[in-house]
């Protein structure tokens, strides 16, 4: 198992968030990759962080291609059945019910993969408390799988699941992988801490700042819901146009 973290001009943001998360929950630095777009990039991080960790180039141009590019290079050039992504701003994550176990939480939730037949698992996208109480502690039907933290089976029997957008394509993973694995694994009484749109770098940044990013929110939005109909809907949100899945929808 690897956890994967890709990143893009955070090399500071890293140290202090992810990495620093990461070690305080005893991962091991062999255990880390870390997936920048470029040469330049990665010497940057090497100088932040330090030279233990396996830094990985991908040379992708945002989101969707570095995601499709994690998919593609540990299906293709590794032996590796289960990742784990992340991503590099994250500091903590909240256990509505007791002391979070990294190391439990990963190991009790590819079992559970394991157990149901499926591929993609995450976590709920926000901490709320009374939205997390509300739900089953563990589902499997179509709720959304934040991009910010899952982890993947890499099932090389089934066509590999690749996106064609850049924001929302964790809800494009996440409908795919409903679609082939007949549903997709999520602790909803687990949420991430991190604070969407308000880094510096990732997304935002690769997309040319937040007005670009919205007006991407807004067409990939229409786009999901016209390809994937009856699995979402369009939702205004106060940042932008975003999709809201359809929890009881049926393979």
């Not at 591929?119 to 039907?141: A, E, Q, V, Y």
């Not at 687990?190 to 770098?201: A, R």
Request: proline share 2%.
């Amino acid at each position: 198992m690897k956890i994967v973290i890709p990143s893009f001009n955070r090399e500071h943001m890293i140290k202090v968030k992810t990495l620093d998360f990461l070690h305080r929950n005893n991962i091991d630095v062999d255990e880390i990759d870390i997936v920048v777009e470029t040469e330049e990039m990665k010497e940057r991080y090497i100088e932040s962080i330090g030279n233990q960790y396996n830094i990985i180039v991908s040379g992708t141009t945002g989101v969707g291609e570095k995601r499709n590019f994690v998919r593609s290079y540990y299906r293709n050039e590794t032996d590796l059945e289960e990742i784990v992504c992340i991503d590099d701003d994250i500091d903590k994550l909240i256990d509505i019910d007791k002391p979070l176990d990294l190391q439990m939480l990963i190991e009790d939730a590819f079992s559970l993969c394991k157990k149901y037949g499926i591929c993609m698992w995450g976590l709920c996208p926000f901490h709320n408390p009374f939205f997390m109480s509300r739900s089953p502690l563990i589902s499997t039907n179509l709720k959304y799988i934040c991009g910010a933290f899952f982890g993947l089976v890499i099932d090389r029997s089934k066509y590999i699941i690749h996106t064609d957008i850049d924001h929302g394509e964790d809800y494009q993973f996440t409908m795919e992988h409903f679609l082939r694995d007949g549903g997709v694994l999520r602790f909803n009484h687990i949420s991430i801490n991190t604070k969407y749109f308000e880094q510096k770098g990732g997304i935002c940044e690769s997309l040319g700042g937040l007005k670009n990013r919205q007006k991407q929110m807004k067409d990939n939005s229409e786009y999901l819901v016209e390809r994937y109909e009856g699995m979402c809907c369009l939702k205004l949100k106060k940042l932008g146009y975003d999709i809201r899945l359809n929890g009881s929808y049926k393979k």
